[in-house]
T-cell receptor, first 115, second 116 residues
């Protein structure tokens, strides 16, 4: 149980375009979803927290207009990287909480490469 | 604010040998503590967690961790490692954010290499 999927697992896009990444909780309802960014051989940095039906809360230093987060339902959250640039290339990981505490279930991640 | 320190960036262990990965945390209240493992290019898998009660916690894949409040530590151990244990290990502490969400703060990770 508590499976989280991400799509796509890998994407290449051209500079200036937008990319959407989906995060789904497959077998539970996720009251809260989190989006992380991970640079090579580094830790996970929390970008934003989203609750179903409300606006996402962003961590300090994360551009809200660049990283658009939508938590449309209890099983789906999306991260859209707008006007992507090469420095946005990274590994993006989502996680979900089911409302029963701190435990987060992580998706497999999406590797974004901007050329 | 809470923080997590993993002092060892990289550890190399022989297959079959014992393992201990260190984790120290800073948090003003009783912490919720986690260990996650990440294989290359993959998401994170929960190994074990401590919320309360017995300070020695058993997890999956033969791992265990001991919560020591006096030392602010939550070290991960395994008596005999297998080649498949090679991965990145992250310690995390759970806390309430300013917005009321329960979020995790991760350490910088320890990369485990297993040699034959």
């Amino acid at each position: 149980g508590a499976v989280v999927s991400q799509h796509p697992s890998w994407v290449i896009c051209k500079s200036g375009t937008s990319v959407k990444i989906e995060c789904r909780s497959l077998d539970f309802q996720a009251t809260t979803m989190f989006w992380y960014r991970q640079f090579p051989k580094q830790s996970l940095m929390l970008m934003a927290t989203s609750n179903e039906g409300s606006k996402a809360t962003y961590e300090q230093g994360v551009e809200k207009d660049k990283f658009l987060i939508n938590h449309a339902s209890l099983t789906l959250s999306t991260l859209t990287v707008t006007s992507a640039h090469p420095e946005d290339s990274s590994f993006y990981i989502c996680s979900a909480q089911g409302g029963w505490g701190y435990e987060q279930y992580f998706g497999p991640g999406t590797r974004l490469t901007v050329t | 604010a809470q923080s997590v320190t993993q002092p060892d960036i990289h550890i190399t262990v022989s297959e079959g040998a014992s393992l201990e990965l260190r984790c120290n945390y800073s948090y003003g209240a009783t912490p919720y503590l986690f260990w996650y493992v990440q294989s290359p290019g993959q998401g994170l898998q929960l190994l074990l967690k401590y919320f309360s009660g017995d300070t020695l916690v058993q997890g999956i894949k033969g791992f265990e961790a001991e919560f020591k409040r006096s030392q602010s530590s939550f070290n991960l151990r395994k008596p005999s490692v297998h080649w498949s244990d090679a991965a990145e290990y992250f310690c995390a502490v759970g806390a309430l954010s300013n917005f009321g969400n329960e979020k995790l703060t991760f350490g910088t990770g320890t990369r485990l290499t297993i040699i034959p």
